[in-house]
């Protein structure tokens, strides 16, 4: 079964500086894809960035790129220039099919 | 464009009761799959309707059942709620690909909040 680690509870980051968010996941699939999504207190769940587990490229999505190690089973956020708009939770979720699977979340608070 | 629209926002039930969340894909989606999660975890999936059927299912028990209408729209049932039941539920929709796979792009509504006391 597909599993997904988010080890960082909760981070803060300085208003206009980096942070970076890690996830992990466990898959015997080859094809899949993988998303980061946003969740504000609206609660409505937002997609950051997503990434096809066949594309070598890192995706980028102006402020918000990915480190997808693959063989690693790795697939980090970082947030350049964080805003105090980015304030929220974060999901990292695996797709193969019909099933997404989430993380646990990570509370990311930018401090002005 | 109107986005994935839930209603309603909030609910309040006893444990015993059953209740009916509803939901509207985003226009030219045809594919709905419901998602609870639990104070403080990520969503889990509870299954997925497309063409009026269940396509996949998660680890929900049988108390979970759900429709989908011809217009797209859905519907979550729960029966005999239980304290554990109080959660957000989230709907996502998507489209079938030609090909018969799904999109992988989900889009979410704002959700139901359903507390059980």
């Known amino acids: 079964a597909q599993t997904v680690t988010q080890s960082q509870p909760e981070m803060s980051v300085q208003e206009a500086e980096t942070v970076t968010l890690s996830c992990t996941y466990d898959?015997?699939?080859?094809?899949?894809?993988l998303f980061w999504y946003k969740q504000p207190p609206s609660r409505q769940m937002i997609l950051v960035i997503r990434?096809?587990?066949?594309?070598?490229q890192n995706a980028t999505e102006n402020r918000f790129s990915v480190n997808f190690q693959k063989a690693a089973k790795s697939f980090s956020l970082k947030i350049s220039d964080s805003q105090l708009g980015d304030t929220a939770m974060y999901f990292c979720a695996f797709r193969n099919n019909n099933d997404m699977r989430f993380g646990a979340g990570t509370r990311l608070t930018v401090k002005p | 464009d109107a986005g994935v629209t839930q209603s309603p926002t909030h609910l309040i039930k006893t444990r015993g009761q059953q209740v009916t969340l509803r939901c509207s894909p985003k226009s030219g989606h045809d594919t709905v799959s419901w998602y609870q999660q639990a104070l403080g975890q990520g969503p889990q999936f509870i299954f997925q309707y497309y063409e009026e059927e269940e396509r996949q299912r998660g680890n929900f028990p049988d108390r979970f059942s759900g429709h989908q209408f011809p217009n797209y729209s859905s519907e979550l049932n729960v029966n005999a709620l239980l304290l554990g039941d109080s959660a957000l539920y989230l709907c996502?929709?998507?489209?079938?690909?030609?090909?018969?796979?799904?999109?992988?792009?989900?889009?979410f509504g704002s959700g139901t909040q359903l507390s059980v006391l």
């Open positions: 990434q096809e587990a066949y594309k070598q």
């Open positions: 996502a929709s998507s489209f079938m690909r030609g090909d018969g796979t799904p999109n992988e792009k989900l889009f």
């Open positions: 898959t015997s699939e080859n094809n899949y894809y």
